[in-house]
């Protein structure tokens, strides 16, 4: 049951948007988060929705799979809405019963600070669709090595979180393990109030820490037999590198930049 | 030739026992050998195994890899290069999420060039019949394709001598099998020296040298068919005997008279044919 846990929520592809270098990937997905922040106008909502849509076209993600991924957010979602459907000041009031108030402005500060936050988490989905995890932590690494001057152990940083997503499906699949042993002799996990919940918890906890423990000293032991000392002199069998597309990609960018501001400019 | 391994008179006591580990164990390799090591728990087989590259080192005695001293600092990287360690658990010596990415581990920390590690990687990956997986997660492989990704991992050093500390433990009996073969091959084929730690009697069966090991010391050293016919001072060892062998020498007790070096299933049940005839 534990195993359909999917984390990174990545689905392979072969399109333009996957084939795309990570580091340009997640410099975008910085910029249309900063761009979606200058946004203040219909227009300008209109125009990332487009931008958003079209590269789900490109990228072949339906939008079932970002819903999807919206769902847990609901709740944030409604709770934006609500507060600033009922909390905001104006006297240009639509409705009222009692001491309850809604302004036209409070209605359009709500739907647009819903917009806002959609976009902005499924701009950030479709980034991790497209990108392995193992991609973003490679783009990161490079986009981040500037740092390796100020000794930020830039690189040590990415191994480590390149062998945590390796390790991912092995600490599942051993929770997994531990649980029905401890359920085959008579553990009950899944009953009582809170308190006596997690204090069943327990007993799956320590096995779990100690055999991480274990695999921790293993794999150590393992990569020192296998030359590690460390991220200096290190080469990697895979060179990133810029194409035409990335080019392209970049000033598809700006162009949506600039849309955003010409159309703050204009008002519309 | 010269021994491309030399283990001279070594000693070593874990820092938290008392009881030596290794007590008095000399051991020479060939190049191009292969050797299996045998011995019940706590033999000390491991301990030697991790001796062989400069993870553990001796307390009295010396290790020479082509001459180089383990216990030398500088010569630590160049032994480890030459000498590539498998181990048990095939879990838990992947680093990487995809097996290629894997195999590149070792290379990328020699810091080789990038087209040369590629060719690295396919061609250890080719060498241990895993070249079709080589985009795969290794999680969904089985164990006996996760040993030998792990193994093509070590291969990309382009190491002399491959040391396997029980590869094939967790394994079930088809893994067993991909496992030894790949790594008989290895052997056969490209002449890499091979030193087998193993449970498994059918394992050191086919290797060319059988070494056991007890309390610390290497007590029997010599070809398979020396050593297995040996049944009762094995077990007095605390081991088994190879079934083919056990089955013989059962027969000539009972009056028959069968080759006691008729080691493996096939040849045991020629000789039987044979005598029958």
Partial sequence: MLKDITLGQYFPGDTPVHRLDPRTKLLLTVVYIVALFMVNTWGGYALCIAALGAVMAVSHIRPRALLKGLRPLVFIIVFTAVLNLFFTAGDDVLFRWRFIKITYTGLERAVSMVLRVMLLVSGTFLLTYTTSPLAITDGLERLLSPLKKLRVPVYELSLMMCIALRFIPLLIEETDRIMSAQKARGADLETGTLPERAKALLPLLIPLFVSSFRRADELALAMECRCYNGGEGRTRMKQLRMAGRDAVAFALGGLLVAGILLLRRLGI | ??????????????????????????????????????????????????????????????????????????????????????????????????????????????????????????????????????????????????????????????????????????????????????????????????????????????????????????????????????????RALGLAVPAATDLILRLNAAGMDLPVEALTPEACAAAIGEALA
């Fill in chain 2, 1 to 234: 030739m010269d021994p491309v391994i030399r283990v001279e008179n070594i000693t070593y006591t874990y820092p938290d026992s008392e009881r030596p580990a290794l007590d008095g164990a000399t051991l020479d390799v060939a190049p191009g050998s292969f050797v299996a090591v045998l011995g019940s728990n706590g033999s000390g087989k491991s301990t030697l195994a991790k001796h062989l590259n400069a993870i553990l080192l001796p307390d009295g005695g010396r290790v020479l890899v082509k001459g180089m001293n383990t216990t030398h600092e500088e010569h630590l990287l160049a032994i480890r290069r030459c000498v590539g360690m498998v181990f048990q658990n095939p879990d838990n010596q992947i680093v990487a999420n995809v097996v290629e990415d894997d195999v590149a581990f070792a290379p990328e920390n020699l810091g080789v060039d990038p087209a040369e590690i590629r060719r690295r990687v396919d061609g250890a990956l080719k060498q241990v019949g895993m070249y079709d997986f080589r985009l795969h997660a290794p999680h969904l492989l089985s164990g006996g394709q996760k040993q030998r990704v792990a193994i093509a991992g070590v291969l990309a050093m382009e190491p002399e001598v491959l040391v396997l500390d029980e590869p094939t433990a967790m394994l079930d009996p088809a893994g067993r099998r991909e496992v030894i073969s790949a790594v008989e091959a290895l052997c056969r084929e490209r002449g890499i020296t091979v030193i087998l730690i193993t449970h498994h009697m059918d394992e050191a069966v086919r290797a060319d040298r059988v070494v056991v090991m007890d309390r610390g010391r290497i007590v029997m050293d010599g070809a398979p068919a020396d050593i297995f016919p040996q049944a009762d001072r094995l």
